[in-house]
């Protein structure tokens, strides 16, 4: 078959002026090569619910071998999340290394990038507070060792930035 006109409208894209592949399905082959090739994981970092508070979440995107290091880098880090659960409720701990989570199975890895295109999901994110703790050099609070600091912030930022 001889390509003379290849358009993509609304639908997707028509060759020669007959429909070859909807926007989803060229979605999803997309997605399923970058996991592909950028052997995408899921990093899951989740806290369970416990008397008036329903758990913490967030799961990001990551080439496997940075969630790998994501996940020795982030056991025993201290998280404060303040009152998120109500008044005097004072949510923090350190994260355990049973609460990280890499999900290597490639229905769920497409289904989360088919449902957050973005890569992320939480309700609230661990990253954003170790971030604004490393941005206002308070490695104390994440229970880091003085010694420590400088190595933390440079793997934590080539990790997820």
């Given at each position: 078959?001889?390509?003379?006109?290849?358009?993509?409208?609304?639908?997707?894209?028509?060759?020669?002026?007959?429909?070859?592949?909807?926007?989803?399905?060229?979605?999803?082959?997309?997605?399923?090569?970058?996991?592909?090739?950028?052997?995408?994981?899921?990093?899951?970092?989740?806290?369970?619910?416990?008397?008036?508070?329903?758990?913490?979440?967030?799961?990001?995107?990551?080439?496997?071998?940075?969630?790998?290091?994501?996940?020795?880098l982030?056991?025993?880090?201290?998280?404060?999340?303040g009152?998120?659960?109500?008044?005097?409720?004072?949510?923090?701990?350190?994260?355990?290394?049973d609460?990280?989570?890499?999900v290597?199975?490639?229905?769920?890895?497409?289904?989360?990038?088919?449902?957050?295109?973005?890569?992320?999901?939480?309700?609230?994110?661990?990253?954003?507070?170790?971030?604004?703790?490393?941005?206002?050099?308070?490695?104390?609070?994440?229970?880091?060792?003085?010694?420590?600091?400088?190595?933390?912030?440079?793997?934590?930022?080539?990790?997820?930035?």
């Amino acid at each position: 078959m001889e390509i003379k006109k290849l358009e993509i409208d609304a639908q997707g894209l028509l060759v020669n002026g007959v429909l070859k592949w909807t926007l989803e399905e060229m979605t999803e082959m997309v997605n399923e090569n970058r996991i592909k090739n950028k052997d995408e994981v899921i990093l899951k970092i989740e806290w369970e619910s416990n008397r008036n508070f329903d758990g913490a979440y967030e799961y990001t995107l990551l080439p496997k071998a940075k969630a790998i290091k994501a996940k020795e880098l982030l056991t025993g880090i201290n998280v404060h999340f303040g009152e998120i659960a109500g008044k005097h409720s004072d949510i923090y701990g350190d994260i355990e290394e049973d609460e990280i989570t890499i999900v290597t199975d490639l229905g769920e890895i497409k289904e989360f990038k088919r449902t957050y295109p973005d890569g992320l999901d939480y309700n609230h994110s661990f990253l954003g507070v170790i971030s604004d703790y490393i941005h206002m050099s308070e490695f104390e609070s994440l229970g880091v060792e003085e010694e420590d600091e400088e190595s933390f912030k440079q793997q934590f930022e080539e990790i997820f930035n």
